[in-house]
T-cell receptor, first 117, second 114 residues
Framework: AQSVTQLGSHVSVSEGALVLLRCNYSSSVPPYLFWYVQYPNQGLQLLLKYTTGATLVKGINGFEAEFKKSETSFHLTKPSAHMSDAAEYFCAVRPLLYESGGFKTIFGAGTRLFVKA | DTEVTQTPKHLVMGMTNKKSLKCEQHMGHRAMYWYKQKAKKPPELMFVYSYEKLSINESVPSRFSPECPNSSLLNLHLHALQPEDSALYLC?????????????FGPGTRLTVL
């Protein structure tokens, strides 16, 4: 079975500082990995995804993540935090396609990012 | 247009009421999803529709009844709900093709059951 663990339910950084949100996964097959962001009272927005190929993935809003198979990690980083980055971030893994179509995305518990002025 | 719309934004209902949530997308996606999200928790999958047919039901109580009348619309009919059903209900859509496809989420309906 696949699962995702996000280390730290809350992360606080100063504006301009490095953002590092940690995600470890468990999967018996090569995983598809995702990071989503959720702003208050909104739905989820895809930040980036890893499927195959290059292990360093660049996403929107200056975020990037690196897939490290040996460490079963997919940590999210941003060199310089902005106040607008304050939100909930979810790491997710996606298993095989269902035979009947569609798929199930397994989300981590989420990490709330606070950005201090 | 990569938008998934949901109506209403907020809904308050009593335990004896019948109400419906609506979701719409015009991206040509043939897979649509309902998720339930409790406060400070990740989304939990409820239902998956593929080509307008129910493909996944994650053991959801029968007081939640999904319906996909056409390829652009997804409804969630609610009846005899419990206070613990209060949550944010998210709709999403995607292509039916591979697990790598992007899933687009709507803004959600905030449901309160009194």
């Amino acid at each position: 079975a696949q699962s995702v663990t996000q280390l730290g339910s809350h992360v606080s950084v100063s504006e301009g500082a490095l953002v590092l949100l940690r995600c470890n996964y468990s999967s018996s097959v090569p995983p598809y990995l995702f990071w989503y962001v959720q702003y208050p009272n909104q739905g989820l927005q895809l930040l980036l995804k890893y499927t195959t190929g290059a292990t360093l993935v660049k996403g929107i809003n200056g975020f990037e993540a690196e897939f490290k198979k040996s460490e079963t990690s997919f940590h999210l980083t941003k060199p310089s935090a902005h106040m607008s980055d304050a939100a909930e971030y979810f790491c997710a893994v996606r298993p095989l396609l269902y035979e009947s179509g569609g798929f199930k995305t397994i989300f981590g518990a989420g990490t709330r990012l606070f950005v201090k002025a | 247009d990569t938008e998934v719309t949901q109506t209403p934004k907020h809904l308050v209902m009593g335990m004896t009421n019948k109400k419906s949530l609506k979701c719409e997308q015009h991206m040509g996606h043939r897979a649509m999803y309902w998720y339930k999200q409790k406060a400070k928790k990740p989304p939990e999958l409820m239902f998956v529709y593929s080509y307008e047919k129910l493909s996944i039901n994650e053991s959801v109580p029968s007081r939640f009844s999904p319906e996909c009348p056409n390829s652009s619309l997804l409804n969630l009919h609610l009846h005899a709900l419990q206070p613990e059903d209060s949550a944010l209900y998210l709709c999403a859509s995607s292509q039916v093709g591979a697990s790598t496809d992007t899933q687009y989420f709507g803004p959600g309906t905030r449901l309160t059951v009194l």
